[in-house]
């Protein structure tokens, strides 16, 4: 006999084992299993028939099972009984009580959320590739951009399933100044996860058509030319319609359409989830020489483009600036002809053809003859400062002395001393000096460029205007200059002065500089080239610290050396061959004190530092036998840099390999930043006899490793890798690699003699021309130029925004300068006392922070003014509690005593 009894619990169980196909109920699933496949499988089956459940009938019976029987049902059953069970409503159910307790950052969450409408991200298939401008110098350097799979899943699958039969829209805006200077230059490129071009590939031929390549399914490349030739300085829109294997391109300038079509043999392959995408230049192509103007991009293809030149006030001011810059060459041109052929200027040529300009200036008589000129009588009044300036150089134009190639740096030598003519009160630019600079810039010297685009943008002598600062900044990057490449890299890593922040753009800037200045090391030896020096105007101490050949320090130097101190020897060469502390540079001298420290054979250091000169003919006639032997003897005396030169001197003199790489692995070993960097290079060219196959990896770290050690060359590779993301295992990090590049691009040379200039000029009373040229330089966004420019405001009693500018320019570095800290926290301060309770509150908290970064970069003024607001009653911020080993229970007076101290010790 059986007996079936069921509680009010077991309910619960009978639900779950029913779920869990448990052998009790194995005749409810064989009767399930029965049922459509359309209906058993769908996925909320089961939940329909539980939770909608209002009422539950448990059964129970009793019965006696005979030999052989089966079990009895319930009707047949000699004794039966049943239960109804009401279900309450999930809505009504008690919610069950946790478990444990919650956390403590559990309640913050819920209320920092309680109020929170949850909403899916949106998502749109438009993509702005590029909103601002983007000027391209036609070298292998462009904006990277990635895209990312859709969060949300049904345009993920379409975007999936398009792969194979792709419907995609590009809309590109560029400006040419040139046709491409090689066979084909990058518009837009795709490079896929293997670093092989994917779709689309679109480039600009030398003679101005387009070609368009593409990937096909079956994994082979096509591609078509469109049969154009694109005019120069003009805006160009290029559309691309991609769908399936159709590609359509329609090119537009001046309102005309020209339309190209093209078939593929098969389906296009489209996947912009792989790899990256170039804008212009990238490491495998070089970019148009130009200007980028706005790019959108339709992941799921768009028959109508809406995409207008944007932001048409500056990009329509670049080009009627590049139109005047073509005439004032081509009157410059013709005036420079006509003046060294028939020397129209000199007054004995009578009945000679003249200028009309000059006869309307009653210069000549009326009854002079005129001719047909190559410029207007209207092109002469509008370029009149031109003309005068022309006039006055009349004898050196005549006699060649004075052609195009020098009035680029003629004219900006000679306004430097008078665009900033100071009083007491103001200072002001005049006309005459900016319409001279704009002709600088148009004969090529981008110095005037820069300049330019500083005193539109900075409040500089006349209101700002940051749409004429913008197109100067784009004209001097565009002609390749590397502080205008540096100032626009700085302007978008920033996002200051209505550049929008981007840190791809500023990637593309200074991954420039970086390349330049790196090719610059190899010529370092150049007089335009020196080491930066940070001496600060507003310290005593280092303004102390520049000598000449004439103060006491040098000469007592330049008398230990002769007396054969080796120490003393070495500093004299360097300090010559660098131009360092003041002194002029002079390479030949250098030469000269390096081999007499190298001859006495004592110190490894020197007689590594003049095999290199003997090795690379710097100074001194070449002698690679020479040098060989003294970097054997450095190296075995324990001279790590010069392992990396038998390293150097074995690979590229000897072509051996194998030892190379053995002193590589030696010096890297040891921390020499250039054995790691030449270490990387062996394995990702494949050359290394033992490992004879290109490795990344291992070239990535050895590249990271040199460029935390500052190696600028290593910087650049190991940025493109963070930047591109394109290296299995490395995450993309773009903004790491800015850093690291505006780093070594401010160790630059050029940079170096031009803060160099800009000092001697302070010390020799010309405080003018120093100002220009440190403004320059703080305008690549060197931290010491902006903190000399700030001191110059102060001390030429400019307007207070001169120095606010620059001081907060500063301090926006990653390693600010103490000074600008200071400076920063006392306006702060200043200005928190005549301001409401509110505003005074908040700029107090300002000056706290800004005097302790400068407490923590070791200021004792900024520990001091720390006390005095501590003592004020304001609380001070917990980053350098653990400076000065405080706790949030010391009393004042203990926080005070703890500073001071530290204070003192300094």
Request: net charge neutral; with cysteine.
């Amino acid at each position: 006999m059986v007996v079936s009894t069921l509680k009010k619990t077991d309910l619960v169980v009978f639900r779950r084992e029913w779920i869990s196909s448990t052998p009790r109920v194995y005749r409810i699933h064989q009767v399930l299993l029965r049922l459509p496949p359309s209906i058993l499988y769908q996925r909320d089956f089961f939940n329909r028939n539980i939770l909608d459940t209002r009422d539950v009938t448990v059964r129970a019976w009793l019965d006696c099972f005979k030999n052989g029987s089966l079990v009895s049902t319930y009707h047949s059953s000699m004794w039966r009984i049943y239960k109804v069970l009401k279900i309450m409503p999930l809505s009504e159910r008690p919610s069950k009580p946790p478990a444990g307790c919650p956390s403590w950052s559990a309640p913050l969450m819920w209320q920092m959320t309680s109020n929170t409408i949850h909403q899916c991200p949106h998502e749109s298939d438009v993509i702005d590739m590029l909103k601002f401008p983007l000027a391209s110098t036609g070298e292998n350097f462009g904006v990277v951009r990635r895209f990312q799979p859709f969060i949300n899943g049904d345009l993920e699958r379409a975007r999936l399933q398009a792969v194979t039969k792709p419907s995609v829209t590009l809309s590109v805006w560029i400006y040419l100044l040139k046709w491409c200077h090689q066979t084909l230059c990058g518009i837009i490129h795709h490079i896929d996860r293997k670093i092989l071009y994917s779709s689309v590939l679109m480039q600009l031929t030398d003679t101005g058509d387009v070609v368009i390549q593409a990937q096909v399914t079956g994994g082979e490349d096509e591609a078509f030319r469109a049969g154009l030739v694109l005019p120069l300085w003009k805006w160009i829109r290029l559309d691309c319609y991609i769908q399936d294997s159709k590609v359509l391109l329609d090119t537009t300038w001046d309102d005309d359409t020209h339309r190209s079509a093209f078939e593929f043999q098969g389906s296009i392959h489209y996947d912009d989830t792989d790899g990256y995408f170039g804008i212009g230049g990238g490491k495998f192509i070089s970019g148009i020489h130009g200007y980028f103007g706005p790019i959108k991009y339709y992941r799921f293809g768009n028959k109508k483009i809406e995409n207008a030149l944007q932001p048409q006030s500056i990009l329509l001011e670049l080009e009627r600036t590049h139109q005047e810059c073509r005439e004032i060459r081509a009157f410059t041109k013709a005036f420079l002809q006509e003046v060294t052929k028939s020397h129209l200027l000199s007054p004995a040529n009578k009945g000679i053809c003249t200028f009309d300009f000059l006869r309307l200036r009653g210069q000549f008589e009326e009854k002079e003859k005129t001719c047909t000129q190559a410029w207007t009588l209207g092109r002469q009044l509008k370029y009149n400062t031109l003309f005068h300036f022309l006039q006055a150089k009349e004898e050196e134009i005549r006699t060649g002395t004075l052609d195009m190639k020098h009035l680029r740096s003629i004219l900006f030598e000679e306004v430097i001393g008078t665009v900033f003519p100071v009083d007491k009160s103001q200072m002001k630019i005049t006309s005459k000096s900016v319409s001279l600079l704009k002709v600088s810039s148009c004969f090529g010297n981008h110095k005037a460029s820069l300049l330019l685009a500083t005193i539109h943008l900075s409040f500089l002598g006349q209101p700002a205007n940051q749409q004429q600062g913008h197109v100067f900044s784009l004209i001097g990057a565009s002609g390749d200059d590397r502080f205008a490449l540096m100032h626009a890299g700085y302007k978008h890593m920033q996002g200051i002065d209505g550049f929008p922040k981007d840190m791809d753009m500023a990637y593309s800037y200074y991954s420039n500089v970086g390349a330049q200045s790196s090719t610059d090391l190899f010529n370092v030896h150049e007089t335009k080239q020196s080491t930066l020096e940070s001496i600060y105007l507003s310290s005593e101490e280092d303004l102390n610290s520049v000598i000449d050949e004439t103060n006491d320090v040098f000469q007592y130097v330049k008398y230990q050396a002769e007396r054969g101190d080796i120490e003393a020897q070495k500093r004299m060469g360097t300090m010559l061959y660098w131009g360092q502390n003041g002194l002029s540079k002079d390479i030949a001298a250098a030469v000269k004190w390096f081999e007499r420290s190298a001859m006495q054979m004592k110190d490894p250091s020197a007689m590594y530092d003049y095999s290199i000169l003997l090795m690379k003919g710097h100074g001194v006639k070449r002698n690679y036998t020479r040098g060989f032997q003294l970097l054997k003897k450095a190296a075995a005396m324990g001279s790590i840099n010069a392992l990396n030169g038998l390293g150097w001197y074995h690979g590229l003199v000897l072509n051996d390999h194998r030892n190379a790489v053995k002193y590589f692995e030696q010096a890297a070993l040891n921390g020499s930043e250039d054995g790691m960097f030449n270490l990387g290079i062996y394995y990702l060219s494949g050359k290394n006899p033992d490992r004879p196959w290109k490795d990344e990896r291992a070239a990535f770290r050895q590249f990271l490793n040199a460029s935390q050690l500052g190696h600028v060359a290593a910087t650049v590779e190991a940025a493109w890798y963070l930047s591109t993301g394109s290296l299995e295992g490395v995450s993309q990090d773009v903004e790491r690699a800015v850093i690291m590049l505006k780093k070594v691009c401010e160790q630059n040379g050029y940079l170096g003699f031009m803060v160099r200039e800009a000092l001697q000029a302070y010390l020799q009373g010309t405080q003018q021309e120093a100002f220009v040229k440190y403004v320059l330089a703080a305008e690549t966004g060197l931290g010491l130029a902006q903190s000399n420019t700030a001191h110059l405001c102060e001390e030429l009693n400019l307007r207070y925004d001169c120095q606010w500018r620059y001081h907060n320019y500063s301090i926006l570095n990653h390693d600010p300068h103490p000074s600008a800290l200071l400076k920063m926290g006392d306006y702060y301060y200043y200005y928190s006392s005549s301001s409401t309770r509110e505003e005074s509150l908040s700029l107090a908290e300002q000056a706290i922070s800004m005097y302790g970064r400068a407490a923590l970069a070791g200021s004792p003024q900024g520990m001091y003014n720390l006390v005095v607001l501590a003592q004020q009653g304001h609380s001070l911020p917990q980053s350098i509690h653990g400076l000065f080993n405080m706790s949030h229970l010391d009393e004042l007076d203990t926080v005070m005593e703890k500073i001071l101290k530290r204070c003192f010790l300094k």
